[in-house]
């Protein structure tokens, strides 16, 4: 008796390996993968307009919501979201967590290498939210940097950091902010001076807070106009492409407009640019 | 995924600024805790009744209350009534508060196991409370506690990573900001547990001692 309840513990056990490593095998067929699944695991933060959850737990934003339509062109009924820090999503989509990243993770070089993007969706400038008057007269990273008093909030992993640390702000000054509503609440509080998000972020999360002793700097100086993409893993090539396809085929419709221009997005912006142009190495 | 062994060099001094945090953090916030502790046990043994109600009351609500949100109020909600802590000041406040209440319970623990008879022979020997406070009862009451006291030190150190959540920039948030960058956490999480092990174990070697050492004051 009881070794046959070893024997069946350790047949489940083998099963569930051999449930574990078989995705692995198949990156060819993603996406026949997730038709079958009906539905594909998006990353997304929670920063309005890219990518936002409603009280009721709906996921909207424009970043998901061009997925949920692409996907479904696609053959892939719907999308399931989790919510994620801009510095883990690369990460998770690398071990298998999540299949794309809807999130307005911006191009940079450094991160075209680590996935494989489609091509421009959502393009934002940079701003800052600082305290009414621009006390210290900030405009710009490098600004922060030179200035040994001033300390910048940005999410942690996210394009804002990076410009910061790149602009010559040390790590000590460049305070990393869980969440936007942290973020306003540190500004009023004068835990940090600058709070960086994209423009339209900044001007959301501005609109929300309907503090009178805050103000934005938009677009930041130096700084110039990202665009993210949807970001698959590598491997996941002909999803992208496949991907690729709709999307084109969308933003030649004016569908695209339709879906991004009533968060404020401009298509014009998307359209102008290329993920070669984006990913190369300034 | 494997593991690159320059990675972790070139990340090590990050790391360990970040580990100076940590057991800054930890320092700080276990003499807190001791501190705090005592003041709750002497209130709740001695005070009046009222306020020894009161503290058990507020040492109850602390205990069962998580860390987590208590550091979120400290951060987050003392502004809003003109208390602006930075963040390393708020955690070890949140940690030696919270620890504070176990301690207190150690020892509240420790002074009752004085036997009342030494109490009486110190009245009848003509000592003041005070002289009965530091030369009789807490001479025996300390030595059992410390190991106990140790444990919850230990327990707190491991606590720590909990304030990276307030923006504390100690050993966790370094390694997840080199996540970040990098898009690797086998390097830098797995050097964030052997940090915790190698400290952990040291002091569980010097706690052996300590339990050795003072497990024998009554055979004395």
């Keep these: ?282 | 995924m494997e593991w690159d062994w320059d990675f972790v060099w070139q990340i090590m001094p990050t790391l360990l600024q970040g580990f100076k945090i940590t057991i800054l953090a930890t320092i700080l916030g276990a003499a807190v805790a001791l501190v705090i502790g005592l003041v709750f046990a002497v209130l709740r043994m001695t005070a009046p009744r009222p306020i020894a109600r009161v503290t058990g009351f507020i040492v109850e609500f602390i205990r069962g209350t998580p860390l987590l949100v208590q550091l979120y109020f400290l951060f987050f909600v003392l502004p809003d009534i003109g208390i602006r802590l930075p963040a390393l000041v708020a955690g070890v406040i949140g940690l030696g508060i919270h620890y504070g209440t176990y301690i207190s319970e150690v020892y509240r623990g420790g002074i009752e196991n004085v036997p009342r008879g030494q109490w009486e022979a110190a009245k009848a020997t003509n000592l003041t409370t005070r002289q009965a406070w530091i030369h009789v009862i807490l001479p025996q009451a300390i030595p059992p506690m410390i190991p106990a006291l140790a444990n919850y030190i230990i327990a707190m150190f491991k606590e720590t990573p909990l304030l990276s959540a307030i923006t504390v920039l100690e050993l966790m948030n370094q390694a997840k900001s080199i996540a970040n960058s990098n898009y690797r956490y086998i390097e830098p999480m797995t050097l964030v547990g052997v940090f915790f092990l190698v400290i952990s174990l040291i002091s569980v070697f010097f706690l052996r001692k300590l339990e050795a050492r003072y497990s024998r004051v009554d055979e004395r």
Aim: proline share 6%; with cysteine; aromatic share 6%.
């Design chain 1, 1 to 282: 008796m009881k070794m046959r309840h070893y024997l069946t513990m350790a047949a489940s056990v083998a099963v569930l390996a051999a449930s574990w490593t078989a995705p692995a095998a198949a990156d060819e067929n993603k996406l026949e993968e997730l038709k079958e699944q009906g539905f594909a695991r998006i990353a997304i933060a929670n920063e309005p307009p890219f990518t936002a959850v409603g009280a009721d737990g709906k996921v909207s934003g424009a970043a998901p919501d061009v997925a949920r339509e692409i996907f479904k062109r696609l053959g892939v009924e719907d999308v399931a979201a989790s919510i994620s820090e801009y510095g883990a999503m690369i990460p998770g989509l690398q071990a298998g967590r999540h299949d794309a990243i809807t999130a307005g993770l911006f191009m940079k070089p450094e991160r075209c290498a680590a996935v494989a993007y489609s091509e421009p969706i959502l393009c934002d400038a940079e701003a800052f939210a600082l305290k009414k008057g621009n006390p210290l007269g900030l405009t710009s990273y490098k600004d922060i940097a030179d200035n040994p008093d001033a300390t910048i909030g940005a999410p942690g992993g996210g394009t804002e950091e990076k410009l910061a640390l790149e602009a010559g702000v040390p790590r000590d000054r460049v305070i990393v902010v869980p969440d936007g509503q942290s973020g306003i609440k540190m500004l009023q509080d004068g835990r940090i001076d600058v709070y960086s998000l994209p423009v339209l972020s900044i001007n959301d999360l501005l609109a929300k807070a309907q503090d009178p002793n805050l103000e934005v700097v938009a677009p930041v100086i130096g700084a110039p106009v990202y665009c993210d993409g949807a970001a698959f893993k590598k491997g996941d090539e002909s999803l992208r492409d496949a991907f690729d396809v709709e999307l084109a085929k969308m933003k030649e419709s004016g569908e695209f407009a339709k879906i991004i221009e009533p968060y404020g997005f401009s298509a014009a912006a998307a359209m102008s640019t290329s993920r070669e142009k984006l990913c190369a190495p300034q």
